[in-house]
């Protein structure tokens, strides 16, 4: 493993996480007009657009995600098997959103505590994503005495569901 094969690792890895939370801004319909989503939409919308404009840009969005995490996977372990380059990058993918999602949601109730009244960009965006999370929840769950449990139910979901889709690829994989 050289230094040069690690480096594009890192560069392809980048360009899938890049992708993936152009992704989650999609899936979620975070504001244009927030800097931050303005920023992915504006470097990486145009690649998304002009490879893929036949599907929607949300598909088109994971799969151009899942095509870098693979190209680095490919580069980095010398798989002969190509269909399981692929599989362990779709596992890579699912594990990246779950942890993303896991940690705007934990930012979201730190940041309640520490800035609760600040306008930056990000910390707009990242009460947006979790509060389109939780809302549904929040309907359901009552807040007791002032304390909303609804952020310890998703992550308790979250981490649930990450490990059963993790489970289903995997043995899917074996399969293989």
């Known amino acids: 493993m050289s230094s040069s094969n690690l480096l594009i690792y890192l560069l392809f890895n980048l360009l899938s996480s890049a992708f993936l939370v152009l992704f ?8 244009y007009f927030n800097p931050v989503v303005k ?3 504006t470097y990486f919308e145009k690649p998304n657009l002009k490879l893929l404009p ?3 840009p949300l598909i088109a969005c994971f799969l151009i995600a899942l095509l870098f995490k693979s190209l680095g996977n490919a ?3 010398d798989f002969d098997n190509y269909p399981r380059i692929v599989i362990f990058s779709i ?4 594990n990246l959103f779950f942890r993303l999602i896991f940690y705007i949601v934990v930012s979201s109730v730190i940041l309640s505590w520490v800035a609760r009244e600040s306008r930056h960009p990000m910390i707009d965006l990242v009460n947006e994503i979790s509060d389109k999370l939780l809302m549904p929840l929040r309907a359901i769950i009552p807040s007791f005495g002032g304390l909303d449990f609804t952020p ?3 992550i308790l979901v979250l981490n649930y569901a990450n490990s059963v889709m993790i489970d289903v690829v ?5 399969s293989i």
């Not at 596992?91 to 699912?94: E, P, T």
Request: proline content about 0%; cysteine-free; hydrophobic content about 65%.
């Open 24 to 31: 989650i801004l999609r899936a979620f319909k975070a504001n």
């Open 39 to 41: 920023f992915f939409v």
């Open 54 to 56: 036949f599907l929607s």
């Open 75 to 77: 580069f980095m372990y």
């Open 91 to 94: 596992v890579g993918l699912i």
């Open 152 to 154: 310890i139910v998703i």
């Open 170 to 174: 995997r043995t899917l994989s074996q």
